[in-house]
């Protein structure tokens, strides 16, 4: 049967607005979308019909930057390299149904242990439980001792590197992800340091594009960064340092940059006192102004910013995603240009710009239907009470934050 919505605000996901439009779905897919008072020619008959006054109708969210398995606790990483893969597996279905549940329909994860992330995105499009529509990178790659290694493939080396991307292919990774500098969540190194030489990262990016894969990076020093996009990185994760020549390096090779501010807010907001190691906050409060700094200098150059939360880590839980969305204006993202990055772009990062992350006829029905108008007021995303429905693929799975299932 036919699904006609009508009568509310269409935010298409391409940064266009249809007001009093209405939405006609056919199993999984838009077949109509337009504005009163032109309708569709089905009989209303025949369809199933609902009234959307006061709400607004956008694509599900994208977040192109979580971590499925981990648990926002106080030292999340630790957490997740010390459980069994059994207790992950049952942290990692609760996270994914609460991420779907308010309203983040696709999400990029960025590293996993022990391949759980991969049995876990196969369930889920197995309709064994539910969640959103999960693109996973499988492990981590890393310099031995490198950012991540509690739960990475270790790596040194250009052929050690292309035997770990290799590994990642062969467990049916969806993409690969390196980390060419250090991080705040892991206690050795600076997130400044060089922890990946371009060799390695060539032959690594270079064997993940021969299998057609795309490549992401996590990355917060200067010199790494160069050295991943010289080498052909698809995406930057973070980019706390970027300076005039790097960022027009990004701008030249069409490279994506994924904030993920939120983490670094929740780290320095809740701090010690909450458990989290002193060395962590430190790092965070300490690269955040210039963090901050250089992804607004990269927006003001048109840089492709895109929308990713690095939700699982410490008090960053799954399933309030779209917080990001408020922190992603800080560096100078309007309402508008926030869910364009949380919908067409970040779909168009994932290479998926043909099936979701857009409100048009053929395009998958991800849609995600809320109370008011987010553009005014973007808080209404962050509220379940605030989420009148969820759709995926046609189907209703969530209201009011909570799962139909």
Not at 181 to 188: D, H, N, Q, V
Not at 190 to 211: D, M
């Given at each position: 049967m036919k699904h006609l919505m009508k009568n509310g605000r269409i935010l298409d996901g391409c940064g266009n607005t249809i007001e009093n439009g209405w939405l006609l779905i056919e199993g999984e897919r838009i077949a109509g979308v337009g504005a009163a008072p032109r309708m569709p020619g089905e009989p209303v008959s025949s369809c199933e019909v609902t009234d959307l006054a006061g709400k607004t109708v956008m694509p599900g969210l994208i977040d192109g930057h979580v971590h499925i398995c981990f648990d926002a606790s106080a030292d999340a990483g630790k957490g997740a390299a010390g459980r069994s893969d059994a207790a992950l597996a049952f942290i990692a279905a609760r996270n994914a149904a609460r991420t779907l549940a308010s309203g983040v329909t696709t999400v990029r994860d960025l590293g996993g242990k022990n391949f759980i992330n991969l049995s876990l995105r196969d369930a889920i499009h197995a309709c064994q439980i539910p969640g959103p529509r999960i693109l996973s990178a499988a492990h981590n790659i890393c310099m031995t001792g490198g950012h991540g290694w509690q739960f990475g493939r270790e790596a040194d080396g250009p052929d050690e590197v292309r035997r770990a991307v290799r590994e990642q292919m062969r467990a049916g990774a969806d993409l690969i992800?390196?980390?060419?500098?250090?991080?705040?969540?892991?206690?050795?190194?600076?997130?400044?340091?060089?922890?990946?030489?371009?060799?390695?990262?060539?032959?690594?990016?270079?064997?993940?594009?021969?299998?057609?894969?795309?490549?992401?990076t996590h990355a917060k020093g200067i010199e790494g960064t160069k050295y991943a996009v010289a080498a052909g990185i698809d995406t930057v994760e973070h980019g706390a340092m970027l300076d005039d020549e790097l960022i027009e390096w990004i701008l030249k090779r069409g490279v994506y940059v994924v904030p993920t501010l939120t983490a670094g807010a929740h780290i320095i907001e809740k701090g010690t006192a909450a458990g989290i190691p002193e060395w962590a906050v430190e790092k965070a409060r300490r690269f955040r102004p210039m963090r901050l700094e250089s992804l607004s200098k990269a927006r003001k150059a048109g840089v492709k910013i895109a929308f990713g939360t690095d939700a699982g880590t410490p008090f960053n839980p799954h399933g309030t995603n779209a917080s990001e969305l408020l922190h992603i204006q800080e560096i100078g993202l309007t309402p508008a240009e926030a869910l364009i990055a949380a919908a067409s772009r970040n779909a168009e990062m994932l290479g998926l710009q043909d099936r979701i992350g857009t409100i048009a006829p053929g395009f998958i029905a991800d849609l995600l239907i809320v109370d008011g108008d987010p553009l005014a007021d973007m808080r209404v995303l962050t509220d379940s009470e605030k989420i009148h429905a969820v759709f995926q693929g046609g189907r209703k799975v969530a209201e009011k934050g909570n799962l139909i299932w």
């Open positions: 992800k390196f980390m060419c500098t250090g991080g705040t969540l892991t206690k050795t190194g600076e997130p400044g340091q060089t922890q990946f030489t371009e060799e390695e990262l060539r032959a690594g990016i270079e064997e993940a594009h021969k299998a057609g894969l795309k490549t992401a």
